[in-house]
């Protein structure tokens, strides 16, 4: 009998010794080795970002040369224009740093020796320091310049012609309209800003909706379509021509956008929606309805894209001769006067009509296309897809670009304005990862997309940083790096790996393993726990 009872204690015991290692040891060796690999990432932060205000610094210096205005004006001018310029409350938020002092005598020297508009630029500030700095220039009244608005120059200099001293009021309010609705544009920024976080509530502007998103780097093609190069031999220096008219654009955007040219030349293509013929003008009309029609055919003739870069096409069209001439016009049925039309987020196509050949002529007959003109048209096209455009304000007149392609003031509004789209981008791409992971946890988050997520938290971060100081140049670079490592992160192919593998897949797989051992362990488990409650009673009895 004793040598049963040890026999059946030796078997109890062993149950609980198989059933102590399933449970305490076993089935949590493999939920750990079953689960997946998940780096933390900074949710909390992520989480900060969307409520979190931005605030970015314009520097404005108030320079009075006009003998007229006394320190006591200069003074009230200063509050008056600060108390303009301070905003409400807001998502983005402008800070403007005043500095108003009279012109030295050197200054006021130069002011009186203008003789036109265009001298201003260069007269007291100079360099790429001075990105983001503005100076606005109080003439006098009786100023032979005899300003009736605001003129902003080339550069960074506003000259605004006073009223004299009775009505510093008025210059005030000239000087804070031109900084708010002209200059700075601080309602588009708000809405750049809140679209770029996907908030559709906001009427977007019609230059973000016509221009590409911001990116690093951007792919240009320049494409000649010949549909009939058996009659007409068209020949174009497109090289010569880039050199000449659009590296002057590409050089001063070098430093915080790479773009990419490349040319190629279509033949036996044409369009193939046929046009109306106006026979009082003898020529095919191109209406706006039209055009959707003739890049569809075209685009899928222009090559394949394999780049991450925004592509912008720019296509010279020569009508074949059952087509020629062909004008396109307006809603009103008026010619357009540059016979060319944008395409927005995709490029631009100018219409180039040559004469046709003579009844002697030998065919293919040699053409050359005026270079000058197509690139006039491709580059203010180009300026209009990244965010480029000129002020037409009706109380302020700006200097016309001419041969700079880019002037200094609008180099900073578009870096401002990419500089909120990519930080606002940035956040919501940022916060779309993190409630993707959050809500699928099986997804593997691996290292190198935690160090991503994390440099364009800090990316962000800086930028915000560097807004609020002032620095310009280095907030838009720092936005540009949280643009391009949340992007990395979001599309990261490893964050698929196991989005088709989930829980209770996991569990359909391993159940018809652990189950025919696991019901043994039970029963026996369950024997031992009754045998030791029986020798407990045993004892106490």
């Given at each position: 009998?004793?040598?049963?009872?040890?026999?059946?204690?030796?078997?109890?015991?062993?149950?609980?010794?198989?059933?102590?290692?399933?449970?305490?040891?076993?089935?949590?060796?493999?939920?750990?080795?079953?689960?997946?690999?998940r780096?933390?990432?900074p949710?909390?932060?992520?989480?900060?970002l969307?409520?979190?205000?931005?605030?970015?610094?314009?520097?404005?210096?108030?320079?009075?040369?006009?003998e007229?205005?006394?320190?006591?004006?200069?003074?009230?001018?200063?509050?008056?224009?600060?108390?303009?310029?301070?905003?409400?409350?807001?998502?983005?938020?402008?800070?403007?740093?005043?500095?108003?002092?009279?012109?030295?005598?050197?200054?006021?020297?130069?002011?009186?020796?203008?003789?036109?508009?265009?001298?201003?630029?260069?007269?007291?500030?100079?360099g790429?320091?001075?990105?983001?700095?503005?100076?606005?220039?109080?003439?006098?009244?009786?100023?032979?310049?005899?300003?009736?608005?605001?003129?902003?120059?080339?550069?960074?200099?506003?000259?605004?012609?006073?009223?004299?001293?009775t009505?510093?009021?008025?210059?005030?309010?000239?000087?804070?309209?031109?900084?708010?609705?002209?200059?700075?544009?601080?309602?588009?920024?708000?809405?750049?800003?809140?679209?770029?976080k996907?908030?559709?509530?906001?009427?977007?502007?019609?230059?973000?909706?016509?221009?590409?998103?911001?990116?690093?780097?951007?792919?240009?093609?320049?494409?000649?379509?010949?549909?009939?190069?058996?009659?007409?031999?068209?020949?174009?220096?497109?090289?010569?021509?880039?050199?000449?008219?659009?590296?002057?654009?590409?050089?001063?955007?070098?430093?915080?956008?790479?773009?990419?040219?490349?040319?190629?030349?279509?033949?036996?293509?044409?369009?193939?929606?046929?046009?109306?013929?106006?026979?009082?003008?003898?020529?095919?009309?191109?209406?706006?309805?039209?055009?959707?029609?003739?890049?569809?055919?075209?685009?899928?003739?222009?090559?394949?894209?394999?780049s991450?870069?925004?592509?912008?096409?720019?296509?010279?069209?020569?009508?074949?001769?059952?087509?020629?001439?062909?004008?396109?016009?307006?809603?009103?049925?008026?010619?357009?006067?540059?016979?060319?039309?944008?395409?927005?987020?995709?490029?631009?196509?100018?219409?180039?009509?040559?004469?046709?050949?003579?009844?002697?002529?030998?065919?293919?007959?040699?053409?050359?296309?005026?270079?000058?003109?197509?690139?006039?048209?491709?580059?203010?096209?180009?300026?209009?897809?990244?965010?480029f455009?000129?002020?037409?304000?009706?109380?302020?007149?700006?200097?016309?670009?001419?041969?700079?392609?880019?002037?200094?003031?609008?180099?900073?509004g578009?870096?401002?304005s990419?500089?909120?789209?990519?930080?606002?981008?940035?956040?919501?791409?940022?916060?779309?990862?993190?409630?993707?992971?959050?809500?699928?946890?099986?997804?593997?988050?691996?290292?190198?997309?935690?160090?991503?997520?994390?440099?364009?938290?800090?990316?962000?971060?800086?930028?915000?940083?560097?807004?609020?100081?002032?620095?310009?140049?280095?907030?838009?670079?720092?936005?540009?790096?949280?643009?391009?490592?949340?992007?990395?992160?979001?599309?990261?192919?490893?964050?698929?790996?196991?989005?088709?593998?989930?829980?209770?897949?996991k569990?359909?797989?391993?159940?018809?393993?652990?189950?025919?051992?696991?019901?043994?362990?039970?029963?026996?488990?369950?024997?031992?726990?009754k045998?030791?409650?029986?020798?407990?009673k045993?004892?106490?009895?």
């Open positions: 009998m004793p040598n049963k009872q040890e026999e059946r204690a030796t078997q109890m015991y062993a149950a609980l010794g198989i059933g102590f290692v399933c449970i305490v040891i076993g089935i949590p060796l493999w939920w750990k080795t079953t689960e997946v690999y780096v933390s990432l949710y909390a932060e992520i989480s900060d969307s409520v979190t205000k931005f605030k970015y610094t314009v520097d404005v210096d108030i320079i009075n040369a006009d007229s205005l006394t320190e006591n004006h200069i003074t009230q001018l200063s509050r008056l224009v600060s108390d303009k310029l301070e905003s409400g409350e807001a998502d983005v938020i402008p800070y403007y740093r005043l500095n108003v002092r009279d012109a030295t005598e050197k200054e006021r020297a130069k002011v009186k020796s203008m003789s036109s508009k265009s001298d201003i630029d260069g007269l007291l500030l100079s790429e320091e001075d990105i983001n700095r503005y100076q606005v220039v109080i003439i006098p009244k009786l100023s032979p310049l005899s300003l009736r608005k605001p003129f902003l120059s080339l550069g960074r200099t506003i000259l605004v012609q006073s009223a004299g001293s009505d510093v009021s008025s210059l005030a309010n000239t000087v804070s309209t031109v900084f708010k609705d002209s200059l700075i544009k601080e309602e588009s920024l708000n809405k750049v800003f809140h679209a770029s996907g908030d559709r509530s906001l009427k977007p502007e019609k230059s973000s909706m016509r221009s590409v998103r911001s990116n690093p780097g951007y792919d240009v093609t320049f494409t000649l379509v010949n549909p009939q190069p058996d009659i007409l031999d068209v020949q174009w220096d497109i090289e010569q021509a880039v050199k000449i008219y659009l590296d002057p654009f590409l050089q001063q955007l070098e430093k915080y956008a790479k773009v990419n040219v490349k040319s190629q030349v279509l033949y036996f293509t044409g369009f193939l929606k046929r046009m109306k013929r106006d026979n009082k003008k003898e020529a095919f009309l191109y209406t706006d309805q039209d055009l959707p029609h003739v890049i569809n055919p075209l685009e899928a003739k222009l090559g394949s894209h394999t991450n870069n925004p592509a912008l096409n720019f296509l010279v069209y020569v009508p074949s001769r059952d087509q020629h001439p062909i004008y396109i016009v307006d809603s009103k049925g008026v010619e357009i006067e540059s016979n060319s039309f944008l395409s927005p987020q995709w490029g631009g196509i100018y219409i180039q009509n040559v004469p046709g050949p003579s009844e002697n002529d030998t065919l293919p007959v040699p053409v050359e296309l005026d270079m000058r003109r197509v690139m006039e048209v491709f580059v203010s096209q180009l300026r209009l897809l990244l965010n455009h000129s002020l037409k304000h009706g109380d302020i007149d700006v200097a016309e670009v001419r041969s700079q392609v880019i002037s200094k003031w609008e180099l900073d578009w870096m401002r990419r500089c909120l789209e990519n930080v606002g981008t940035s956040i919501a791409t940022l916060q779309s990862l993190s409630q993707l992971l959050e809500e699928i946890s099986n997804i593997v988050i691996q290292d190198d997309i935690g160090q991503q997520v994390q440099d364009a938290v800090n990316s962000i971060r800086e930028s915000q940083r560097h807004l609020v100081e002032g620095r310009l140049e280095k907030a838009f670079l720092e936005s540009r790096n949280a643009i391009v490592c949340s992007e990395k992160a979001f599309f990261d192919p490893s964050l698929l790996a196991l989005l088709y593998f989930p829980e209770d897949q569990f359909a797989i391993y159940i018809p393993l652990f189950l025919p051992i696991s019901l043994p362990v039970l029963a026996s488990l369950w024997k031992a726990f045998w030791m409650r029986e020798s407990t045993q004892k106490s009895d």
